[in-house]
């Protein structure tokens, strides 16, 4: 792949990224409306006098304010997340800071990417564990971590270990890891929100009774269908697109470790030893899975090209990474 044409791919990827981050807002406060519209029930029409007439409107007041309180949540999570997720992750991974004197030709090699990448040197953690993987994390370049466990670090050559920290190092370049905290944060809340909802039906059947009684019955109605259908299509699709994301960003990273290393053979052989690998890595979880760089539990690589899979297959990434000329 040309230089040229690998970076236009980094910013359509970033600009994409920006528009799906900014428009989950808008989904998430145009959700949270909805929501309040049917929580808020109806209330009585008035005319500008304020003398009451017949019929009935929508309780905008309170659909407003669940619809600010929704992205307000939102917002705080994401901000926590921003500053703090790459250490919450560490701490859940049972990570361990390493300085260069416990493993010198680990640290030369990050050394070594970091000066091709112009990028500053991350800190470097280890897992004891004897699966293969390893992962990236932090928001910035100057606030990033790479983490390797103890069973990928002792079985990987040099150009082996060069390709996979070029990897975890190219999604610190290019942001890859504060758009996918951001997202799984958002497609949680989402989630969150929308579970709080359809579980409040069964205890708001008095109020919206009421609704129906002041005149709003028909539009009532349409709206809770509304409502239920919005709440169980959300975060279907809010986790498709996070996942496309995802995939789509581990082909540009494993691009990327080529452009730094110049050497598709590295990457394309540790994969094929991640294959190999049937340990499951037991502290990873579902909200961590995501960042390893390959699947952690490996019952999801024999379906991997699901639309809800976070990483493409791992021979699909290998033959790809053949195919590149440097």
């Known amino acids: 792949m040309a230089v040229e044409t690998f970076h236009t791919l980094i910013?359509?990827?970033?600009?994409?990224?920006?528009?799906?981050?900014?428009g989950f807002f808008v989904?998430?406060?145009?959700v949270g409306l909805l929501i309040g519209a049917v929580w808020g029930g109806y209330e009585?029409?008035?005319?500008a006098d304020g003398r009451p007439v017949e019929g009935a409107g929508v309780n905008w007041s309170f659909s407003i304010t669940v619809a600010v309180v929704a992205a307000g949540i939102a917002f705080i999570l994401t901000m926590a997340s921003y500053y703090g997720g790459g250490s919450v992750l560490l701490g859940v991974s049972k990570a361990r800071e390493i300085k260069k004197a416990d493993d010198p030709q680990l640290f030369n090699v990050v050394e070594e990417l970091c000066l091709a990448g112009g990028i500053p040197m991350p800190k470097i953690y280890v897992i004891q564990d004897s699966a293969m993987n390893?992962?990236?994390?932090?928001?910035n370049p100057k606030h990033a971590s790479v983490a390797i466990t103890t069973g990928l670090r002792q079985k990987l050559n040099r150009d082996e270990l060069q390709g996979v920290m070029a990897h975890e190092l190219s999604h610190v370049r290019h942001y890859d890891i504060l758009y996918a905290t951001l997202m799984a944060v958002m497609v949680g809340c989402l989630v969150m929100l929308c579970d709080v909802f359809l579980r409040s039906l069964w205890f708001g059947g008095g109020r919206r009774r009421r609704s129906r009684d002041s005149g709003g019955g028909a539009a009532q109605a349409v709206l809770l269908v509304i409502a239920i259908v919005l709440a169980i299509l959300a975060p279907i699709l809010a986790r498709i697109i996070?996942?496309?994301?995802?995939?789509q960003r581990e082909y540009l990273a494993d691009a990327g470790s080529v452009e730094l290393?110049?050497?598709p053979d590295g990457l394309a052989g540790a994969l094929a030893k991640l294959s190999g690998d049937k340990e499951v890595l037991e502290v990873a979880n579902r909200a961590t899975a995501p960042l390893y760089i390959v699947h952690p539990f490996k019952k999801f690589e024999d379906r991997a090209k699901s639309i809800f899979?976070?990483?493409p297959p791992i021979a699909d990434r290998i033959q790809r990474l053949r195919s590149l000329g440097v």
């Open 134 to 139: 390893a992962f990236a994390t932090g928001r």
């Open 11 to 22: 910013v359509k990827n970033k600009r994409n990224s920006f528009w799906l981050i900014l």
């Open 27 to 30: 989904v998430f406060a145009a």
């Open 309 to 311: 899979d976070t990483h």
């Open 242 to 247: 996070q996942m496309a994301l995802s995939r």
């Open 44 to 47: 009585p029409a008035v005319d």
């Open 261 to 263: 290393t110049r050497n």
